[in-house]
């Protein structure tokens, strides 16, 4: 890789909510009738990386069956204007037919939509075929606030274990398309911080079980009480040993979330409570290329507009992070400020759908630019020369 990927996404977050109520980030935030102005806004920030994808539930029909309409002319055009996607294909949500993460075929039905859609859009190389499945089977088997709705560790283990599935025979079925694909995991890091001695038990499991979903990824064993974990929660050694046996990595890079909410305390009692920015992106992701060691994408950030100037203070810092990732020798190959335009319902982590407007874009959702915007095309023009990494040898090229 010759170049360092600065990028943005628009947000196409598309869980079922309480009550059967799917939110639907597109709908939410007028990209299905805004769609060219928000291109129009990638390209005025001068980027050329755009995290984006087709919803799931409304192209996937069944099996065998897509309705490409509207990725046809949305895919046409960022092709045509020289935007370079990296291709989302599953956030957060599956089709109503499909039902949701605990269905057990959801792994083979979604191998078969990521090779149509390979097929279809033979052009796109950069993939997520599924986005933050830590959190997604978390939000939505464990903590019960999306899809499922469901809130044990065995519900959550088997969301788990097919939204991983689902990833790696997707990788598996893209490659066949188009062998030299690259994947980009979008995952949260996270860290856990005991505030008391007597919460060091629960902190040290949190901050294993952070790993899961790239361990399983990445056919990296996991510890032994992860691993009596995972089996006793409904894990089979058949299905654990799959993971064991994935080849992909190599075509891989760690795409690393990170939020003012990524770090928590954990207190004795066991709840937790946010604690922004304790140790800070650059040692976190510190902590994940020394497990996983591939390189590694800052995928996602974001910071409400206060008028305070707070969120291009986060920016600023959030890049200063990756600067020092990459002068320790870190393959750092890219920055993402996610989204291109506000969001909504974010501020309940989307268990309701309100219609609240929050101001974490680059442009409102007038599409008029933001303080935050003004600042993120500053500092891509200024750094548009930097490479991925200062020392050490980076294997992909794109």
């Known amino acids: 890789m010759t170049g360092f990927m600065f990028a943005t996404g628009v947000e196409n ?12 980030e597109y709908e939410a935030c007028g990209h299905y009738a805004r769609w060219r102005e928000d291109f129009d806004c990638v390209q005025e920030l001068g980027l050329r990386f755009l995290r984006y994808g087709p919803q799931l539930f409304s192209t996937f029909l069944g099996e065998g069956r897509y309705d490409w309409s509207f990725a046809d002319e949305t895919f046409g055009e960022l092709r045509r204007r020289g935007i370079t996607p990296i291709a989302d294909l599953c956030h957060f949500g599956v089709p109503d037919w499909i039902g949701d993460f605990q269905n057990p075929d959801f792994p083979r039905l979604f191998e078969g939509y990521a090779r149509a859609f390979a097929e279809r859009y033979p052009w796109v190389q950069i993939f997520t075929p599924v986005n933050e499945m830590y959190i997604c089977a978390k939000f939505s088997a464990l903590t019960g606030w999306w899809n499922e709705q469901l809130t044990g560790d065995r519900s959550f283990v088997t969301a788990l274990k097919h939204m991983v599935r689902a990833n790696v025979l997707a990788m598996r079925a893209i490659l066949e398309v188009r062998p030299d694909a690259i994947f980009v995991q979008s995952e949260s890091s996270e860290h856990y911080h005991a505030v008391l001695p007597s919460a060091l038990e629960r902190q040290d499991f949190h901050n294993r079980h952070r790993f899961l979903s790239l361990d399983l990824n990445y056919g990296r064993q996991v510890d032994a009480g992860m691993y009596q974990y995972l089996l006793d929660n409904g894990m089979t050694r058949e ?7 994935n080849t992909t990595k190599a075509r891989c890079i760690i795409g690393n979330d990170y939020y003012p909410v990524s770090e928590q305390w954990v207190l004795p009692d066991g709840s937790l409570e946010s604690a922004p920015d304790v140790l800070g992106y650059s040692e976190i992701t510190r902590q994940y290329f020394e497990r996983y060691r591939i390189p590694v994408m800052h995928t996602e950030t974001n910071f409400a507009e206060t008028g305070d100037g707070a969120a291009v203070r986060w920016l600023r810092k ?4 990756v600067l020092r990732v990459r002068e320790a020798g870190v393959p750092i190959v890219g920055f993402t400020w996610y989204s291109i335009t506000d969001q909504v319902d974010w501020d309940t982590m989307l268990r309701e759908a309100r219609g609240v407007v929050n101001p974490l874009g680059l442009f409102d959702l007038d599409r008029k630019i933001r303080p935050v915007g003004e600042a993120y095309r500053e500092l891509v023009a200024g750094w548009r020369e930097l490479t991925p990494v200062r020392t050490g040898v980076l294997t992909l090229s794109i």
């Open 239 to 245: 299905e654990y040993d799959f993971f064991q046996h």
């Open 13 to 24: 977050s598309a869980p079922i909510l309480a009550g059967g109520k799917r939110l639907d």
């Open 318 to 321: 959030e890049f200063a992070n």
